[in-house]
């Protein structure tokens, strides 16, 4: 207690009174961000509902909340018996003999079953009304458009799978994908589940460095680009910066680069030998071999790789999350088709990128398996204007749109004025997903972009989880705003004590899987122990989430977000380890802590915390350069917002880094002296803490 006396009058003196004030009104304990339970309270609050309407839930797959109940409890009472009548329209060559089969970590679904992912994805199509239905309306950001047919996107598939082929690609093979939001990466992501190689796609807002490493994670044999793709009216140079990578990859043996912005705009050179133009390569007869198995696909085990997805965790490395085929295909498929509520005269346009999981999951796989018609858009949300994802709605008729979060506040801070000038009534379902929606977000999402009669899904899930998890079915439960709802079929989770025990309604906890479910990832890509170790061993026997969140009386999750090492910076996961490593490998860098802070916009702004060594400078040109050093190492896109330098991090006396106090500085509750572009002395405020934490 003296010592908290003492805390405050020392910061007294060292801020201005008004801040203090603020600060004392704000947080009543050492808190920067708002602590779980304010939150929770600010949620609690928020209580509204919103069923959906008489008419949607008329037409719906799943039309009252009875029938959802009774279907989610068949999922996990018969799971066998569930699974078997939500399959059928999936194509097995071998049906399954078991449902499951587990040992934890590790977990079998679909045991005994034989099937080539694709086949479900599109050969299935061609003998209905969908084939010549538009399986992707592209619209570039220039404004071009082109629409495949199931029946053009089979014919794409099977000639790159035969292409593949002939550059001897065999089942298990890595492929690396680094491509832009064009049909050519969904083709090439098919082209790899026919012929049973495992596709790994990366990013194309990762650098060149990124990418190196995770192809040699990989060993990857191949690797699919482009000359370029547009943003937002410039042109991303992927080959080029492919090529920057392709000096250290001593695995890759064969790389194809789809021509889309052309030679003037975006030059590129081609190995001999090596590389190969995608047009050119197609134009090829292929062997009458390669082309039989394009054509008749080989049937692959169940637990059969089907992709590599590396994502953030609380190391410096990535996590190459490994997915397998049917359990990941059935859960893509079944929650696609029931939360988008999926019907043959949709037109449904996800904006995530195919370099993410949505991507990955509804984009391809789900949707496809679906027979949906998908829109797919290359650029950026305000390109040419702030307009864009309105006038595409408008263009194309778009019926479902499945987006972030990050982008709706964007949209907000724009002006209400660019929704409104578009016709919109197309629209008929909303989706959100990849970070918490505040209520705000939410509202505006369904008054203006909904005009008050689309339901909206939050859903949540993760690149482990492979598919939705929790969400509220669009015409069977209502919504809450900021709640992401119900568990999905087959899904068992819970909230729960640091313990394992069942927290109580609205008592914030642990988010927790109980069982595992068939889209689970399988493994981390070499590396079975870290996958157990980080989410197989914080709870015995469950699955731990990395996410904190409550359960309401009514059963519905408010999921608050992570409780691990890692940020959700605009709906892009981050790992402040991963930053923290590239931060100290710049040779002016003696120490950094990579935090994150609340930020109204993206959700969580990233702040480093950066020590140098004697002698360099603390001042604008180094941020510049540190800012530049984390684009060359990871990305833009994972920048620091913002960069403080200090003589030394705060530390306990074993060494570790305080970064609770860190966050609280950052998020700005704690003023450090002076501007943020002079040396912070945290040394105060650290000795501060080490008292209090041994009071
Ligand atoms: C967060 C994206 C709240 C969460 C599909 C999770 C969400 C992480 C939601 C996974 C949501 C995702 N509400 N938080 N609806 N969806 N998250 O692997 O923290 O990129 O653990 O998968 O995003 O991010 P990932």
Redesign the pocket.
């Known amino acids: 207690m003296t010592l908290r006396i003492a805390r405050d009058v020392l910061l007294l003196v060292a801020k201005r009174p008004s801040r203090l004030v603020k600060w004392r009104l704000q947080t009543n304990l050492f808190r920067g961000r708002a602590p779980m339970s304010d939150r929770i309270e600010s949620h609690l609050k928020e209580d509204r509902r919103f069923p959906p309407s008489s008419e949607f839930s008329a037409h719906a797959r799943i039309r009252s909340h009875a029938e959802y109940t009774s279907r989610h409890a068949a999922s996990l009472e018969d799971p066998a018996t569930f699974w078997r009548e939500e399959t059928q329209d999936l194509v097995f060559r071998e049906p399954w003999k078991t449902f499951s089969e587990w040992e934890l970590p590790h977990a079998k679904f679909f045991v005994g079953a034989k099937l080539n992912v694709s086949e479900s994805c599109l050969d299935r199509h061609l003998a209905t009304s969908a084939r010549n239905r538009a399986a992707i309306v592209f619209e570039g950001e220039p404004g071009d458009t082109r629409t495949l047919t199931y029946f053009e996107l089979h014919r794409e598939v099977v000639r790159f799978s035969a292409a593949l082929l002939d550059l001897g690609v065999l089942p298990g093979d890595r492929v690396a994908i680094y491509m832009g939001m064009i049909p050519e990466a969904a083709i090439a992501m098919l082209a790899c589940a026919r012929i049973g190689a495992t596709h790994s796609v990366v990013f194309g807002g990762f650098s060149a460095d990124a990418l190196r490493d995770r192809i040699n994670d990989l060993g990857a044999t191949v690797l699919v680009t482009q000359d370029g793709a547009w943003r937002r009216g410039n042109v991303v140079p992927l080959k080029q910066m492919a090529d920057k990578a392709l000096l250290e990859t001593p695995t890759i043996r064969h790389v194809v680069v789809y021509e889309r912005i052309g030679t003037k705009l975006a030059p590129f050179s081609l190995k001999e030998g090596r590389d190969h133009q995608w047009d050119m390569l197609l134009a090829r007869t292929p062997s009458a071999e390669s082309l039989a198995k394009a054509k008749g696909p080989e049937a692959f085990d169940s637990e059969h790789p089907l992709f590599v997805l590396y ?1 953030s965790g609380s190391t410096g490395k990535p996590k190459g ?1 490994l997915h397998t085929s049917a359990g990941y295909l059935v859960s893509a498929h079944v929650t696609s088709k029931y939360v988008f509520d999926l019907k043959d005269s949709d037109l449904y346009w996800c904006t ?1 990128d195919v370099g ?3 991507g990955h ?1 509804y984009i391809v796989y789900g949707p496809l398996s679906n027979g949906a018609s998908c829109l797919m858009y290359e650029g950026a949300p305000n390109f040419p204007d702030a307009g864009r994802f309105w006038n595409i709605i408008e263009k194309h008729g778009v019926t479902i749109l499945y987006t972030a ?1 990050t982008a709706i506040r964007a949209f907000i801070r724009w002006g209400d004025e660019w929704p409104e000038k578009h016709d919109l009534s197309s629209l008929r379902l909303l989706g ?6 505040n209520p705000e977000a939410w509202t505006w999402y369904h008054r203006v972009v909904g005009k008050g009669k689309c339901p909206i899904v ?8 492979g598919s ?1 998890m ?2 509220t079915l669009p015409g069977a439960c209502f919504s809450k705003p900021g709640s ?1 709802g119900l568990p999905m079929f087959g899904v068992d989770i819970e909230v729960v004590k640091d313990r394992g025990e069942a927290c109580a309604p609205n008592e914030g906890g642990k ?1 927790v899987i109980k069982r595992p479910w068939p889209s689970m990832a399988r493994t981390l890509y070499g590396d079975d122990a870290r996958f157990k170790e980080s989410y197989w061993s914080q709870m015995p026997g469950v699955y731990f ?3 904190g969140a409550r359960r309401d009386e009514d059963g519905y999750f408010w ?4 409780i691990d090492d ?1 940020l ?1 910076v605009a ?3 981050i790992g402040t380890a991963e930053i923290e490593s590239a931060l100290v490998s710049h040779p002016s860098v003696a120490e950094a802590a990579a935090v994150g802070r609340p930020d109204d916009l993206k959700g969580q702004a990233l702040v480093v915390f950066v020590t140098l060594k004697t002698g360099q400078p603390a001042d604008k040109a180094m941020k510049a350069k540190l800012a530049e050093h984390i684009d060359r190492e990871i990305g833009k896109f994972a920048r620091p917002d913002e960069v403080r330098f200090a003589d030394a991090l705060p530390k306990t006396r074993s060494g570790k880094i305080m970064r609770r106090l860190l966050k609280e500085i950052a998020s700005g509750s704690l003023e450090t002296k002076g501007d943020t572009s002079t040396l912070e002395d945290l040394s105060v405020l650290a000795k501060l803490r080490a008292n209090d934490d041994e009071a």
């Open positions: 994502t999350v995530a993410w999981v949505t999951s979060p959100s997903v990849g970070e918490p929606i939050d859903t949540w899930w993760q690149t482990e989880t939705i929790l969400t992401t988010l989430t990395g996410d999921v608050t977000g992570r890692v959700n709906g892009h996961r």
